[in-house]
Each structure stands twice: as structure tokens, then as C-alpha cells.
């Protein structure tokens, strides 16, 4: 067992959620091989959608959580496996989405399917997508006390 290799993947997997959720779009990117493939999102928003490449990828994810979009992603119970340069990984994974200037809030939790392929010694992400077991929204406005105290993203007021 490639102890080594197992515990890149999962540092990877992690440092691609972060990066994301952070909007740190470089490191993102980072996460990913050059010719990755991706099918993400929900039956809600008519979707999944594929992507082919580290730039579509990136665009979609810069525009779907621009501005004032507030994402946390969670995964855990990874289950890998090493062959060589490639591996399998499957993850549980739940989110949350606040967006803010809607009055929504999105929880949701999926299982990933993703493959990853070692190149000059660094793991990256070379598929990756996700199947939903659900995805809840609620307004906001239904949830009654319901207040944002910190929002990252929000406009800066003193800016205006």
C-alpha cells in the first residue's frame, strides 16, 4: 500500500474544497490535470453539466460562485486506490450554499467519483464529478431568527 500516495490524494482532495470554497482560483486550478473532465451540479439547476479541461472548469466555478456566493464544502470517508501514476477515490461530501443577495439556503450531500493520475511526482484531479442523494433550499426569509453575522463576500459598505 502506497501510504504516501494516499495521503497526497487526500491532502489534494481537501486543498481542491478549500480552494474553492475560498475562491482562490490559481490554487484551484492547481488542483486540477490540464485535460481533466468534470460533470457537476444538481437536477434542480438542470444539470449536471461536463466540462472538459482545467479552464472551462475554472470559468464555471469563477461565474456560478462569483460575488456574493457562500459555499462550504465537507468530504470525508474517502475510500482510494493506488495503481502506479493513477488512483480511484470516492468521497461522501455535503455542502452548503448561501446566496446572500437571493435570501436562499442550499444543503445538499453527494458521493464524488474521481480519478487522479501523478505527473513529475505531483497528484492532481483528472475526472471528477458527483451524484446527489439530495439537495434541500429554503428561503432565508421562511427561517424565522434567521441572521447572517459574517459574510466574507459581502460588498465592502465602505466602498460605496
Known amino acids: 500500500m502506497d501510504l504516501e500516495a494516499l495521503e497526497a490524494i487526500r491532502t489534494l482532495k481537501y486543498r481542491y474544497l ?47 460562485l462569483s460575488a ?4 462550504v464544502h465537507v468530504a470525508n470517508h474517502p475510500e482510494i486506490t493506488v495503481d502506479g501514476d493513477t488512483a480511484t477515490g470516492s468521497w461522501c461530501m455535503e455542502d452548503t450554499v448561501i446566496a446572500a443577495d437571493y435570501g436562499i439556503l442550499i444543503r445538499g450531500a453527494a458521493y464524488y467519483q474521481d480519478t487522479y493520475r501523478r505527473e513529475d511526482g505531483v497528484w492532481r ?36
Request: hydrophobic share 30%.
Open 18 to 64: 478549500r480552494s474553492l470554497d475560498l475562491k482562490r482560483w490559481d490554487e484551484f486550478a492547481d488542483t486540477l490535470c490540464a485535460d481533466i473532465v468534470g460533470s457537476y451540479g444538481s437536477p434542480s439547476g438542470g444539470l449536471p453539466a461536463q466540462f472538459h479541461g482545467r479552464d472551462e472548469i475554472v470559468e464555471f466555478m469563477r461565474n456560478a
Open 68 to 71: 456574493n456566493i457562500i459555499t
Open 125 to 160: 484531479i483528472a475526472s471528477t464529478g458527483y451524484e446527489r442523494i439530495y439537495e434541500s433550499s429554503q428561503s432565508t426569509g421562511d427561517l424565522p431568527g434567521y441572521q447572517l453575522l459574517a459574510n466574507r463576500w459581502a460588498p465592502d459598505p465602505s466602498h460605496h
